[in-house]
């Protein structure tokens, strides 16, 4: 399978900075990578898809002024938050889809001050 | 649409007892079901899949899950437990479209518990 990276593992900001998430493909070229987040003790919900080349597809309810998504190369996507916020604080996680299946990063704490 | 209903957010079983963690499933179209694993501060660990194959899904760890189409059911089973095994465990399903990839849809989640 697919090996994944995100940087950093852990990011304290403040209020109305903005933070940004790399999300790297080790090993496989990905037209698709997905961006998921976790809040404590809670399921992961999707927020968007980033296809390689062309704009991310949020979900709905996804301000995606707000969560800038860029997918430049086959090995990099990166997520921005914006203007960061304390309800902003959470388990940020991307995944690869190498066909069927999809594997995960090893996600990125974001607190915000 | 897809959902996951996961039953029991926690369930705690004994060292060498058979661990079941339930998982039901809503889809408009054939599922791509999965369960993965994930361990305080990380990401997720693929178990196994269920890709329209076999009913009986072999995983890793010694997991092994059952997809049952009339009860809309793809629970997962272990049939002696390990301390190790005590983590998150995640039921996902996937709508299998013409094409393309699609994000997963997950479950709440079940805690599993691992009594000594």
């Known amino acids: 399978g697919a090996v994944v990276s995100q940087h950093p593992s852990r990011v304290i900001c403040k209020s109305g900075t903005s933070v940004k998430i790399e999300c790297r493909s080790l090993?496989?070229?990905?037209?698709?990578m997905f961006w998921y987040r976790q809040f404590p003790k809670q399921s992961l919900m999707l927020m968007a898809t980033s296809n390689e080349g062309s704009k991310a597809t949020y979900e709905q309810g996804v301000e995606k002024d707000k969560f800038l998504i860029n997918h430049a190369s086959l090995t990099l996507s990166t997520l921005t938050v914006t203007s960061a916020h304390p309800e902003d604080s959470s388990f940020y996680i991307c995944?690869?889809?190498?066909?069927?299946?999809?594997?995960f990063g090893p996600g990125t704490r974001l607190t915000v001050l | 649409a897809q959902s996951v209903t996961q039953l029991g957010s926690h369930v705690s079983v004994s060292e060498g007892a058979l661990v079941l963690l339930r998982c039901n499933y809503s889809s408009s179209v054939p599922p791509y079901l999965f369960w993965y694993v994930q361990y305080p501060n990380q990401g997720l660990q693929l178990l196994l899949k269920?890709?329209?194959?076999a009913t009986l899904v072999k995983g890793i760890n010694g997991f092994e899950a059952e997809f049952k189409k009339s009860e809309t059911s793809f629970h997962l089973t272990k049939p002696s437990a390990h301390m190790s095994d005590a983590a998150e465990y995640f039921c996902?399903?996937?709508?299998?479209w013409g094409g393309g990839a699609d994000g997963l849809t997950f479950g709440k989640g079940t805690h599993l518990i691992i009594q000594p």
């Open positions: 090993d496989f070229q990905a037209t698709t």
């Open positions: 995944s690869v889809a190498t066909g069927i299946e999809q594997f």
């Open positions: 996902a399903v996937r709508g299998k």
């Open positions: 269920y890709t329209s194959a």
